[in-house]
Every structure is written in structure tokens, then in C-alpha cells.
């Protein structure tokens, strides 16, 4: 154990700052991706309520490794029948479009219950003074929604954090490719994998108590 | 308060409103004058809100024509939000915005829409503040106020916008009985200063005092009008007087 930690900590370390980068930079483009498909879905044009519901649908309906194996192998493949031979994606650009695209279909869901926790009246109050549908949702609504959003998103934040091992399978060095290639290298499973196992834990436990925290305190912010 | 040769501010002919197969509203036509304070008058479920929400189109009307101050609301090409900056809303459950303060909620549409610079805005909202009686609770959030401040802070937020016609939607039905009084007082107010209104209230009283004609609707119809004395004194037909039988 000792042994690892200490031929491998600084490794383990990089890694688990890949899988950092690679959940965080997958959170924003999910939150932008998110807002957009859940404005789709909370808007009185059915079009735009169609095409929000098939993207959220689609991609809930899609397993996050499956989907990984298409944008990483699949997509390079079909531009490359389409004639654009030189395109290649990393695995982290591949990673991330993967991982904001599932992430984003929750954030949608989520982003569209907490938009409709708000009264009604605060929408047709806003629109009554004149102002437009964006004005109202921006200063008036969405403000509103964010609150009651808080906790449903800070579980989607963990639970994409724990979703990046699953992109170890196009080779991103993230924490558990890591474990991977220590586990080869030393042939000490039992080991490297506890110690995988204690990182991962570390960070979202710590994590998860420093957003019930933020929570409280936006709570007291309330009344 | 209505002037000698006061312009018609809304001009409403053969609206009619179904949500689906539920006809609401079957024919109505009415001509408001400026300064005019009209109050609706109707069972439950006539219609009333609704024919208010169709005068600012917060509801579309099925068919028909609604002209406030020479807009053409039910035209598809009219400008809806320059449209309802003329014409001010007052619900019966406040919907003051619960993410902003007293001045914040007063200031919000007339900075938002570039009516009025920020610090014209605040000490109109000052003002206005001081009009309904509030000037000390600029600072406090909605869920710090009881209802009957929370709806003259409503009143002073559709204020901002110098509205030309105000809706009120049984401001005072969500509150507490001891607190009707200093919300009816600040329509008074209003009333007296020329605004032109149109209120949907149970308060009999308000009505014969304030009202320059009541308008009883049922069943998707204007039913009977007149001044206070006609319709709630001496009322023709049947349907009003079983209605004013039951809330006098
Ligand atoms: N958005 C809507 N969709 C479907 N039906 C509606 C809608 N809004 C109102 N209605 C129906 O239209 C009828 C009239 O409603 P409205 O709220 O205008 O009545 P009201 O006279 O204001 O009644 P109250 O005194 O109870 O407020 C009711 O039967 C109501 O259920
Ligand atoms: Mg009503």
C-alpha cells in the first residue's frame, strides 16, 4: 500500500486532477446545454417543446458509455466517410461532449422542475408591467428557480464526478484509468483499488459536505 | 371621476373567450371612459378575471375586438409589451417578485424598460412608497410583509409605469379582513386622483361608493349596468338580484 502511494502518489495525484478538469469543464457546457433544453421545454411553442423533450429523452435513453464509443470512434469514423479525413477528437474532447451531453439532459430536468416551482403569478406579474418573456425569466423566474435547484444540482455534480471513471474506456487518464495501469504494472488489485476507491471518496464526501453548507446558507438567506 | 368630454381609454366589442369547448366569455362589448372606475360584479366562474386577462392579453381572446388608449390588443402585430406598459395589473394573490425587496420590485420594469433612469426610478418608487402609506419598508422583502401592505406595494408597482388603466382583480380577497380596509382606501385614492379602472371585488360597499358604473356579468353575458344606485338598489334583472341577495 505504502509502496504505491509512494511510486505512484504524484501519478494518482495528475489523475485525479484529469478527472477533475474533465467533470468540471463537463458541468459548465451541461449547465449552458441544460438551460437551453429546459427553456425548450418550459416554453408554450410545442416545437420547441418537442425538440427539447428528444434530446432529453434521447440521451437519458442512451447508456454514458455507449455514447462515449460513438463521439470518440463513431464520430471521427462518419466524417471521415463525409470526406474529412483529418478529424480526430482527444479523449478529453471526446470525454467532455460525451459526459455534458448526458449530464446535460439531467441538468435540463432539473432546471425545468425548479422553473416550474415558481408561481405562475411571478411570470404574469412581470409580464403585466411589460416586460418580455427573457426579462421575466432572467430577473423574476430564474432567480427564484436557482434556489430550489441547488440540491437537485449539487447531486448531479457528484454523480458526474463519479460518471467520468466511466471514461476510462477511451483511454482519458483520469482516476481510474490510473488504477488500470498501476494495478497492471504491480499486479497488487486489492491495493490499488482501495486506494482509487479512498480518493474518490475523499473528494465527494468533502465535497458533498461543503455544498450542504453553501445550502444552509442560502436557506437562512431566504426568510 | 369621469371628465365632460373624456376620450373612450378602452374600447371592447363582441369579445368572446373559450378555453377549448368551455365558452367563457360569449359576447361582451364595452366602452370605458378615461378617469371611468368601473367594477365587475358576477358569480363565481363568470368570467371576470378572465375578461380582465384579456385586456392585457395575458389570455388570447377567441374573437373579437379590445382597443385600450387606441392600441389594438387583439392585433397580432401590436406591440404587447409596449402595450402593457400603459396598462397596469393588480391580483388578487400580490405576486410581488419574492427574489426582490419593496423598492426593487416597485423599481424593476420601469429601469428594466429604460422608461426612467435608476435614480429617477427610486425616488419615483420613493413617491409612490409614500402614497400608499409604506415609505418605511423600502428595504423589506415580501415574505417580511402582511397582505395588505403586500398589495399596496402591488398597487404602487403597477404605478410606476404611469399606467393609463389599472385591472385590479379582487385585490382584497386574499386578505384578512382588517386589512381590506387600507387597500380599498388607497383605491379610493387612486379613484379620486382620475386613474381609470376597472375592478373585480366582492365589496359592495367600495362599489356604491366608488364605482361610476357597475357591470354585473353572468353566463358569458354583460347581464345589466349602470350606476351603483341602478344595479345595486334597484336592479332589473332577475340573475342580479339573486346575486346581490346573496352577497349584500
Ligand atoms: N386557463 C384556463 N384554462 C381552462 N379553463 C379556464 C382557464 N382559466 C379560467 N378557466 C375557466 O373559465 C371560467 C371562468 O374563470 P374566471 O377565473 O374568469 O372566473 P371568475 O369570474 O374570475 O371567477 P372567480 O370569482 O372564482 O374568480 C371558469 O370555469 C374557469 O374554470
Ligand atoms: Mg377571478
Not at chain 1, 12 to 19: F, R, V, W, Y
Not at chain 1, 91 to 106: D, E, F, I, R
Not at chain 1, 119 to 131: F, I, T
Amino acid at each position: 500500500m505504502i509502496q504505491i502511494i509512494q511510486s505512484y502518489g504524484t501519478m494518482i495525484l495528475a489523475a485525479l486532477g484529469q478527472t477533475l478538469i474533465l467533470c468540471l469543464l463537463s458541468l459548465l457546457v451541461a449547465m449552458v446545454i441544460g438551460l437551453i433544453f429546459a427553456l425548450l421545454n418550459v416554453s408554450h411553442n410545442r416545437g420547441c417543446n418537442f425538440i427539447g423533450t428528444v434530446y432529453v429523452d434521447a440521451v437519458r435513453g442512451v447508456p454514458l458509455i455507449v455514447l462515449a464509443y460513438f463521439i470518440y470512434f463513431g464520430l471521427p469514423a462518419g466524417m471521415k466517410m463525409l470526406g474529412a479525413v483529418d478529424f480526430r477528437l482527444t479523449a478529453l474532447q471526446a470525454g467532455t461532449a460525451a459526459l455534458s451531453m448526458n449530464c446535460g439532459a439531467y441538468m435540463a430536468e432539473i432546471i425545468r422542475a425548479g422553473i416550474q416551482s415558481v408561481d405562475r403569478g411571478q411570470m404574469e406579474a412581470a409580464r403585466s408591467l411589460g416586460l418580455t418573456y427573457g426579462q421575466s425569466m432572467r430577473k423574476v423566474v430564474l432567480p427564484q428557480a436557482i434556489k430550489t435547484m441547488i440540491p437537485s444540482i449539487i447531486n448531479q455534480f457528484i454523480i458526474t464526478l463519479k460518471d467520468t471513471s466511466i471514461l476510462s474506456v477511451i483511454g482519458f487518464p483520469e482516476l481510474t484509468n490510473m488504477g488500470k495501469t498501476i494495478s497492471g504494472n504491480t499486479f497488487k488489485s486489492l491495493e490499488t483499488w482501495a486506494i482509487i476507491g479512498i480518493v474518490y471518496m475523499v473528494v465527494i464526501v468533502s465535497l458533498s459536505k461543503a455544498a450542504k453548507r453553501v445550502e444552509r446558507k442560502l436557506n437562512v438567506g431566504r426568510l | 371621476m369621469v371628465k365632460e368630454n373624456a376620450k373612450i381609454m378602452v374600447h371592447v366589442e363582441n369579445l368572446k373567450k373559450d378555453f377549448d369547448k368551455l365558452e367563457v366569455l360569449k359576447d361582451i362589448s364595452i366602452d370605458i371612459k378615461e378617469g371611468e372606475v368601473v367594477v365587475l360584479l358576477g358569480p363565481s366562474g363568470s368570467g371576470k378575471s378572465t375578461f380582465l386577462r384579456c385586456i392585457n392579453r395575458l389570455e388570447e381572446a377567441t374573437s373579437g375586438k379590445i382597443i385600450v388608449d387606441g392600441m389594438d390588443i387583439t392585433d397580432k402585430h401590436t406591440d404587447i409589451n409596449k402595450a402593457r406598459e400603459d396598462i397596469g395589473m393588480v391580483f388578487q394573490h400580490f405576486n410581488l417578485f419574492n427574489n426582490k425587496n419593496v423598492i426593487d420590485n416597485i423599481m424593476l420594469a420601469p429601469v428594466e424598460l429604460k422608461k426612467m433612469t435608476k435614480e429617477e426610478a427610486h425616488d419615483k418608487a420613493v413617491k409612490l412608497l409614500e402614497r400608499v402609506g409604506l415609505a418605511d419598508k423600502a428595504e423589506a422583502y415580501p415574505s417580511q410583509l402582511s397582505g395588505g401592505q403586500k398589495q399596496r406595494v402591488a398597487i404602487a408597482r403597477a404605478l410606476a409605469m404611469n399606467p393609463g388603466l389599472i385591472l385590479f382583480d379582487e385585490p382584497t380577497s386574499a386578505l384578512d379582513p382588517e386589512m381590506v380596509g387600507e387597500v380599498l382606501d388607497v383605491m379610493k385614492e387612486l379613484a379620486g386622483a382620475g386613474m381609470t379602472m376597472i375592478v373585480v371585488t366582492h365589496e359592495i360597499g367600495f362599489a356604491r361608493e366608488v364605482a361610476d358604473r357597475i357591470v354585473f356579468v353572468d353566463g358569458g353575458y354583460i347581464v345589466e349596468q349602470g350606476t351603483p344606485d341602478e344595479v345595486i338598489n334597484h336592479p332589473k334583472e332577475k340573475r342580479t338580484i339573486d346575486f346581490l341577495n346573496k352577497v349584500l
